[in-house]
């Protein structure tokens, strides 16, 4: 991945990552505030040779005591020198406990020990590191003593102090690291999502897997569920000047043809091919161009009832013979569309559309009809969008963005091509509104009439 890639996968994903972070610090912020305050005491002995110990010139004192020195802090961790400790002090504490509380270190390049000791009371974390200093410094005196000499002492150079200030938790470390530590979470999961996820996000990406153009972009829009057709939105809205802008360049496919039969089918349910196929066909009816559109999915009819027709007779009803052609297209009130509904749901829906008579049936209407849009079932899942694809010019393919992956759009298009059916062109629809305009086909800005006090101010 190029920077570029990281900067795109920020912008994308930036929600995520900010919730990773917030979970991490907060889960930080919590530890730190509930955690009981630890107080630190330090002591310090320092190692020397004693000056009374002939034979040893200060070199080779100097070295005993380094030599030595690593040994004694040690001795700090022992059950031994607890034990001395709890007697010194009077400690309600076994040996095991009370070392967890004490630590030693070599201060480096000396023969400095630091001892020292946490508890939630100053004053007996101060007790602790004093008594360990004075026991150990006892303890060295006694074992290096050999016929009344002592060549090796430790001299307390530091005593205890009463400490003040809790050594933890540490708010600002803790929340710094906290916040770092999220950020990275967050963006590891991020990329990880990124790798796993296979959905069609960027037209150009579609474009690869298949010859056909993408046709337009669809944005995501809440009130489509409450108001699917265009013809109920103001001419200036961003979604109908969408399917404007998909009407413009379906003029450009299969020039050809003056007659034009377009199948409108997705790899799944869901993805919106029926809303795509309803107001593409309402748009063209705008625009003058006599229009049917069918209700080619005799599996799962949504297209009639969303248009308020009934779907009792149509395309079923057709093919049997029970009524003629005419006698079963209707005219969705208010527009010049004409709808050939699906009909009654048959047993076999996919021997029904291979049938001769249905290509009867598609033969009549294109001298009929400028356009022909079939609302067909999903690609994947049936065969029947194949079939009819068969039949047709080709078929328009609606892209869900982020949900219908690059596996399932090629799988869409060799199901196409098996049939000797091509697929004319891409749409991707319930794309985010802050990406749909970046695609180009003029979805996502608006571009309404001024109001007339606005026109007073601004300049087109």
Known sequence: MELRDYLRLL????LMILSVTAVVLAAAATLTFTATPQYQSAAQL?????????????YQGALLSGQRVTSYAQQVGTTQLAESV?????????????????SASVLPETVMVKIT????EPALAQAIAQSYAEQLSAWIEEIETIGGRTPIRASLSDAASLPSDPSSPQPVRNLGLGLVLGLLLGV???????????????PAEATTLTAAPMLGSIAYDGAARTEPLITSLPTTAPRAEAFRVIRTNLQFLEVDHAEKVVVVTSALPGEGKTSTSLNLALSLAQAGKRTLLIEGDLRRPKASAALGLDHAVGVTTVLVGKVSLEEAIQKHPGTDLRVLSSGAIPPNPAELLQSHAMTELLAKIRNDFDVVIIDAPPLLPVTDAALLASHADGALLVVRYGSTTRDQLAQSVE????VDAKALGLVMNMVPARRSGSYGYGYGYGYAPETADAGKHQKA
């Open 86 to 102: 709890i007697a010194d002090l009077d400690l309600d504490l076994t040996a095991g406990e009370l070392k967890e509380k004490v």
């Open 117 to 120: 000791a946490t508890d939630p």
């Open 11 to 14: 912008r994308r994903r930036w």
């Open 188 to 202: 590891g999961l991020a990329l990880l999502r990124e790798l796993l996820d296979t959905s069609v996000k960027d």
């Open 46 to 58: 320092f190692v020397s040779t004693s000056s009374q110990s002939g034979g040893i010139d200060p």
């Open 415 to 418: 199901r196409l091509a098996s």
